[in-house]
Nanobody, 125 residues
Framework: QVQLQESGGGLVQAGGSLRLSCTTS????????MGWFRQAPGKEREFVAG????????FYADSVKGRFTISRDNAKNTVYLQMNSLMPEDTAVYYC??????????????????WGQGTQVTISS
């Protein structure tokens, strides 16, 4: 099993930046692909970014491409989400997740064996 804990959320103005962290414990971190998802009020949870086991392959939702960067440090059992040029529509609770499988369009609806509790990100206009 894997336990995940997000941190780094907060309130920032539009155009600003935040870096989210997700630290894991339990099973070997490098056995898992990692992903970031978000859920805005009244909306379904959506995929934001994903990284392969080593972090050598990364994937992004179109809405965040060029603004967000996912990275991981397997020595620290941590995955990061660097968020730049933030917009009010990025406001959501952000969750990290872990799965032994690589994220793909076909498995995205059921991807994520383990989830964190989320961290709130609020962007003011």
């Amino acid at each position: 099993q894997v336990q995940l804990q997000e941190s780094g959320g907060g309130l920032v103005q539009a155009g600003g930046s935040l870096r989210l962290s997700c630290t894991t414990s339990g099973d070997t971190f490098s056995n898992y692909c990692m992903g970031w998802f978000r859920q805005a009020p009244g909306k379904e949870r959506e995929f934001v970014a994903g990284a392969s086991w080593s972090g050598g392959s990364t994937f992004y939702a179109d809405s965040v491409k060029g603004r967000f960067t996912i990275s991981r440090d397997n020595a620290k059992n941590t995955v990061y989400l660097q968020m730049n040029s933030l917009m009010p529509e990025d406001t959501a609770v952000y969750y990290c997740a872990a799965d032994r499988s690589l994220i793909s369009k076909s498995n995205l609806p059921r991807w994520g064996d383990y989830w964190g509790q989320g961290t709130q990100v609020t962007i003011s206009s």
